[in-house]
């Protein structure tokens, strides 16, 4: 079963502009966690912002921030004033209770537009 | 500090060929996790290794696939023999074997099977 859902293989957004990357998830675990990863063309995996399932508050790196909606089971990236070098493949992640299973979506292309 | 390092970056064989992938860690984390992704898809994850015990391995094709955490540092992820199916990259990760469980990942290795 599709643990982690990312339902934009595309996206475009303007230079400066904010952009919401979309992620619902499915658990049954009390606990468990949420990664954005960040992939650009060179193949790497960049860690971007966690979320715990009983954090309080929205997670904040910077200019990303996580819309975290535990009853929705979403938890969408926002990428404020984006940059060109924002351009990469963007996926979402979940941890399980246990901590030994990682669930990754299948990503969203983001493309920056001068 | 040194990220994690994995070779060799690419690997091309015929199919029924042997391979193996190496890859280093970033000194002082326990956990160091392999992922198969496959082109246009997330990472799944083959295994997970605490120091050099297995954590859980229950995604890894064992009739072809193995890997190894000998001195709970270094590891290799070995296919023998290899299928077309299994052309991907290979992505070496880790992290502290904490709550939040961040993972870094290395360059990973682009495997061709013909």
């Known amino acids: 079963a599709q643990k982690i859902t990312q339902t934009q293989p595309g996206m475009f957004v303007q230079e400066k502009e904010a952009v919401t990357l979309d992620c619902t998830y499915d658990?049954?675990?009390?606990?468990?966690?949420l990664f954005w990863y960040k992939q650009p063309s060179s193949g790497e995996m960049i860690f971007l912002i966690y979320?715990?399932?009983?954090?309080?508050q929205n997670a904040t790196e910077g200019r990303y921030s996580l819309n975290f909606q535990k009853a929705r089971k979403s938890a969408n990236l926002v990428i404020s004033a984006s940059q060109l070098g924002d351009s990469a493949m963007y996926f979402c992640?979940?941890?399980?209770?246990?901590?030994?299973?990682?669930?990754f979506g299948t990503g969203t292309s983001l493309t920056v537009i001068p | 500090e040194a990220g994690v390092a994995q070779s060799p970056r690419y690997k091309i064989i015929e199919k029924r060929q042997s391979v193996a992938f190496w890859c280093n860690p970033i000194?002082?984390?326990?956990?160091l996790y392999w992922y198969q992704q496959i082109l246009g898809q997330g990472p799944k994850l083959l295994i997970q290794f605490q120091n050099n015990g297995v954590v859980d391995d229950s995604q890894l094709p064992k009739d072809r696939f193995s890997a190894e955490r000998l001195k709970g540092v270094d590891s290799t992820l070995k296919i023998q023999p290899a299928k077309l199916e299994d052309s991907a990259v290979y992505l070496c990760?880790?992290?502290?074997?904490?709550?939040?469980?961040?993972?870094?990942f290395g360059p990973g290795t682009r495997l061709t099977v013909l």
């Open positions: 979320q715990g399932s009983y954090d309080q």
């Open positions: 992640a979940m941890r399980d209770e246990t901590g030994n299973q990682f669930y």
């Open positions: 000194s002082g984390h326990a956990t």
């Open positions: 990760a880790s992290s502290f074997r904490l709550a939040r469980n961040e993972q870094f």
């Open positions: 658990t049954s675990d009390p606990s468990y966690g």
